[in-house]
């Protein structure tokens, strides 16, 4: 159907010093029921540059992610 709604719930799978792991799954929403349509993950690096000229290098995720992260994991 062209325009159906999409519900996507994401989970973190794994968290690493230097990214993290997500785990999709796909529904589309027929009323109140959800039929799942697809499931996927994506691995995430943070990476940083020295300039617009250099290759990226793998670099710790931002203490505002990983506390962010960290206190929904504990909830």
Same mark, same amino acid.
């Given at each position: ?21 997500? /785990? /999709? ?51």
């Amino acid at each position: 159907m062209p325009f159906e709604t999409i519900e996507v719930d994401m989970y973190l799978k794994d968290l690493y010093d230097n990214g993290m792991k997500l /785990f /999709f799954e796909y529904y589309s929403m027929e009323g109140r029921e959800r039929r799942k349509l697809a499931y996927g993950h994506n691995i995430l690096l943070w990476a940083k540059r020295a300039d617009e000229n250099s290759i990226p290098i793998a670099d710790l995720l931002p203490g505002v992610i990983t506390d962010s992260v960290s206190l929904r994991m504990s909830s």
